[in-house]
């Protein structure tokens, strides 16, 4: 799940979960996003996040683990732990993780949303 964090605008959801039925998400100005934030730095689609099952490295055949990846499609960046994604490349996200959607200036606490994994 993507829990919103202190500083970030109260008009985005709280919290968003992924399931198996809901496994993949767009964020953006544009109304069709499933998170929308009105922002002129906010790209119509800025970012797509999906939940994937990954085989843990060094593990038994049966042993998966649940993963968030997230890609950027904006044109002023998204941001993971302050640092900027490369543009239309998918990214793991690790528990903790801070997610941020305007630029933190390198702050790497600022963002909107914290990875939690259930």
Request: charged share 25%.
């Amino acid at each position: 799940a993507l829990v919103r964090t202190e500083g970030a605008p109260t008009s985005i959801p709280s919290i968003v979960s992924f399931s198996a039925q809901s496994t993949a998400i767009s964020v953006g100005r544009a109304e069709n996003n499933n998170v929308v934030l009105n922002d002129r730095k906010i790209s119509k689609v800025h970012c797509r996040m999906t939940l994937r099952t990954c085989k843990r490295k060094g593990s038994a055949e049966n042993e998966v683990m649940k993963r968030l990846f997230i890609r950027d499609s904006s044109t002023f960046g998204t941001f993971v732990n302050g640092k900027s994604l490369v543009k239309e490349q998918w990214v793991m996200l690790q528990d903790g993780d801070v997610v941020g959607l305007r630029n933190p200036h390198g702050n790497a606490s600022l963002g909107e949303y914290r990875v939690k994994y259930q």
